[in-house]
């Protein structure tokens, strides 16, 4: 069964009868509280069924505000695997963090010791490192 297919049974068979918004999400608010409650009480298998009727509530609040759940998954995935490009770039006397293109901030450079602790803070925060001197810092 496809998806549509699953999400139109599931409309079919509801529970509930609304056309509100507020009302579905509500519903599917409830579940998921439900299914946290049960949880911290260490009910797994209560805790499983509250969620599989959460996820029942969630697909009747995407029908109710017209989001096409397969769209919504594929634009979930293709988010999930989006990573943004980090970028730092070593210049003459500073240092800039560019994230998918924008500049996102900079600092003075003094030393090598900047430099390797810059190249140190790049790579803890998965940055490519890009050098665009024209002179080495060693030459200062």
């Not at 549509?4 to 998921?32: C, F």
């Not at 505000?65 to 990573?83: G, P, S, T, Y």
Request: with cysteine; glycine share 4%.
């Amino acid at each position: 069964m496809n998806l549509r297919e699953a999400i139109d049974m599931i409309w079919d068979n509801r529970k509930y009868s609304t056309n509100d918004p507020k009302t579905a999400i509500s519903h599917l608010n409830e579940e998921v509280a439900e299914s946290l409650k049960a949880l911290m009480k260490g009910d797994l298998d209560k805790a499983k069924r509250e969620l599989q009727d959460a996820m029942s509530c969630l697909f009747i609040a995407l029908k109710v505000l017209d989001v096409d759940a397969e769209e919504a998954v594929n634009k979930q995935v293709k988010q999930m695997k989006k990573r943004h490009s980090k970028i730092m770039i070593f210049k003459e006397d500073k240092v800039e963090i560019y994230v998918d293109g924008t500049l996102k901030g900079g600092w003075s450079i003094w030393s090598t010791e900047d430099i390797k602790e810059a190249e140190k803070i790049a790579k803890e925060f998965g940055c490519e490192i890009k050098h665009q001197f024209n002179e080495s810092i060693n030459d200062k």
